[in-house]
T-cell receptor, first 110, second 116 residues
Framework: LAKTTQPVSMDSYEGQEVNITCSHN???????ITWYQQFPSQGPRFIIQ???TKVTNEVASLFIPADRKSSTLSLPRVSLSDTAVYYC???????????FGKGTRLHILP | SAVISQKPSRDICQRGTSLTIQCQVDSQVTMMFWYRQQPGQSLTLIAT?????????ESGFVIDKFPISRPNLTFSTLTVSNMSPEDSSIYLC?????????????FGPGTRLTVL
């Protein structure tokens, strides 16, 4: 199971673009990269998933370089409501489990 | 997608007692999971609830402490037995509707448990 490394915390301001990078040097060929968002007192919520290059949806973009050893979640024009913990997950375990890392605590300032 | 509800949303319990948490999904799903999240921490997988068979527990979690039922494809329960203050945590269930391991998981709102 590929281990992921993300910044522990980040601060940004409303209206800015926020990029959170996740390192996953041991990613396997069949692994997908998935990001979740968790607000206080709620369960995690799926944001975006990708395998390679770029994926975009109504919430975020996910950039994955050719070597797939890292990925960057991009949140355009953040607002105060984007304050949350963001988890990067890579692949599944041998028994097909999804394992959460420590996540990045994003704090948006007015 | 899937909509998941949990009961109770929170509870305060006495040491030595047990609490059963219910997880209800609005559609039939193959994969259901139970997680624990201690304050300020990430999620830790407790077990995978399999319909028609025993749950599969992760290292550090045992059936006697966290018995799980999965009577059908839309419902599961997790019991926290013989509770101690160390069991104070948020317990979340999740489902993977697609059944494939690269599919996304959908989480319930969680049950906040405080043990005195």
């Amino acid at each position: 199971l590929a281990k992921t490394t993300q910044p522990v915390s980040m601060d940004s301001y409303e209206g800015q673009e926020v990029n959170i990078t996740c390192s996953h040097n041991n990613i396997a060929t069949n692994d997908y990269i998935t990001w979740y968002q968790q607000f206080p007192s709620q369960g995690p919520r799926f944001i975006i998933q990708g395998y390679k290059t770029k994926v975009t949806n109504e919430v975020a973009s996910l950039f994955i370089p050719a070597d797939r050893k890292s990925s960057t979640l991009s949140l355009p024009r953040v607002s105060l409501s984007d304050t949350a913990v963001y988890y990067c997950l890579v692949g599944v375990g041998r028994d097909d489990k999804i394992i959460f890392g420590k996540g990045t605590r994003l704090h948006i300032l007015p | 997608s899937a909509v998941i509800s949990q009961k109770p949303s929170r509870d305060i319990c006495q040491r030595g007692t047990s609490l059963t948490i219910q997880c209800q999904v609005d559609s039939q799903v193959t994969m259901m999971f139970w997680y624990r999240q201690q304050p300020g921490q990430s999620l830790t997988l407790i077990a995978t609830a399999n319909q028609g068979s025993e749950a599969t527990y992760e290292s550090g979690f045992v059936i006697d402490k966290f018995p799980i039922s999965r009577p059908n494809l839309t419902f599961s329960t997790l019991t926290v037995s013989n509770m101690s203050p160390e069991d104070s945590s948020i317990y979340l269930c999740s489902v993977e509707p697609g059944g494939r391991k690269t599919d996304t998981q959908y989480f319930g709102p969680g049950t906040r448990l405080t043990v005195l």
